[in-house]
């Protein structure tokens, strides 16, 4: 059957579930205590693709800026009037990462774990990952920050 082959999702999750009070699932903003899911895929676009239908992004809105540090903000999510969803913390099992590159296959990185904390679109979030890096192959334990979503930038 032939057709129109449709653009893969920027997040795929086999299976998930939420843990909330009812309360707080409805006042403003909506507030998760956990998200636990497997089989996560989370796709980027290549470098210089500006990506704009994948959906929201990680980085920083223009050239060479300093880097944020929790509780900060961008210029790119300064305008957002606070979060509607808080989540405190995002576990990961059985995850990957692929990174599409011109004229390449995507760039997997396998994630055996992976924790996010306290995530919100208007602030960075801190990550605890356990993943295999594709070349040079290698385990790697890694912890940082990353975002704010930047929805102007996908990569």
């Not at 239908?53 to 223009?62: D, F, K, L, Q």
């Not at 405190?88 to 059985?94: G, K, L």
């Not at 995507?106 to 990952?129: C, K, Y």
Request: no cysteine; aromatic share 6%.
């Amino acid at each position: 059957m032939g057709g129109v082959e449709m653009e893969k999702p920027l997040i795929d999750v086999g299976e998930f579930t939420l843990e909330a009070e009812l309360s707080e699932v409805l006042a403003r903003p909506r507030h998760f205590r956990s998200l636990r899911g497997s089989d996560l895929t989370v796709r980027g676009p290549a470098r210089g693709s500006r990506g704009e239908a994948a959906g929201p992004s990680v980085g920083s809105a223009g050239p060479s800026r300093a880097p944020l540090r929790a509780g900060q903000t961008s210029d790119a999510v300064a305008s957002v009037p606070g979060p509607s969803v808080l989540i405190d913390q995002i576990i990961a099992e059985r995850a990957s990462i692929q990174i599409a590159r011109t004229n390449k296959p995507f760039r997997v990185f396998d994630i055996q774990a992976l924790r996010l904390g306290s995530v919100a679109l208007d602030r960075p979030i801190s990550f605890e990952a356990s993943l295999t890096n594709p070349r040079p192959i290698g385990r790697v334990e890694t912890s940082g920050y990353f975002g704010p979503w930047n929805r102007t930038e996908v990569r």
